[in-house]
């Protein structure tokens, strides 16, 4: 039982890690903190981005790679909804800018009073894509489409489904901008959300 608490402690570490990294890369390499929603441990690590240290280094290209910030959209989308299902408010605040944290925060608080569970699950990416992009303005934004889908249901205490369905799958659609300080070393954070269901 120690030996899976361990791996299972290495793999948040690489996931959140690899997150992080691919949403706030720097040239130089970054020094990254994380703490453990499962252990509480505090671990720390300095990321260099695997393309950069091996491919020599191109004049004019900046420090931004379309494809790799999707990646990290993806994981940070799916780290998201799932934290926001599952009432985690210590991930929230590591993804979210404070605006749109205290909206997810009143609306998990919301659900606590009401005694009810939000049962999330999600199925697949249909589409990612970047909508708009700016590097000069401050701070930088990126703003993605997604298209998933999803399982969502919200329960009463006893589990009984009182809103959305918790097996059929269903497509929702999500614009998500992405902002991060010009010259600051933190990763991006979601500053902002809109979401609707898709017909099938």
């Known amino acids: 039982m120690h030996l899976e608490w361990i791996l299972l402690t290495i793999l948040v570490f690489l996931v959140v890690s ?3 990294s691919v949403l706030g890369q720097e040239p130089k390499g970054e020094k990254i903190r994380f703490v453990s929603n499962k252990t509480g441990d505090v671990l720390e690590m300095t990321l260099i981005s695997e393309k950069k240290a091996s491919q020599p280094e ?6 931004f790679n379309e494809e790799d910030f999707l990646i990290g959209a993806k994981m940070a989308f ?4 799932d ?3 599952q009432g985690q408010e210590d991930t929230l605040k590591t993804l979210l800018s404070p605006r749109v944290y205290d909206k997810f925060i009143a609306a998990i608080e919301e659900r606590k009073l009401k005694e009810q569970k939000m049962e999330f699950s999600l199925i697949s990416f249909v589409s ?5 992009r700016s590097d000069e303005k401050n701070p930088k934004t990126v703003t993605v489409d997604f298209v998933t889908e999803q399982t969502n249901a919200l329960c009463d205490k006893t589990g009984a489904v ?15 901008t992405f902002q991060k300080e010009n010259k600051s070393k933190n ?10 269901a898709l017909n099938a």
Do not use: M, P, R, Y
Not at 58 to 63: A, L, R, V, Y
Not at 78 to 81: D, I, K, L, T, Y
Not at 187 to 196: G, Y
């Open 18 to 20: 690899k997150l992080i």
């Open 58 to 63: 191109k004049k004019n290209q900046g420090d």
């Open 78 to 81: 799916n780290a998201v909804v």
């Open 83 to 85: 934290a926001f299902a």
């Open 128 to 132: 990612c894509k970047i909508l708009t």
């Open 162 to 176: 009182i809103e959305g369905d918790s097996i059929f799958i269903g497509k929702v659609h999500d614009v998500w």
């Open 187 to 196: 990763s991006w954070v979601v500053s902002a959300t809109k979401s609707e």
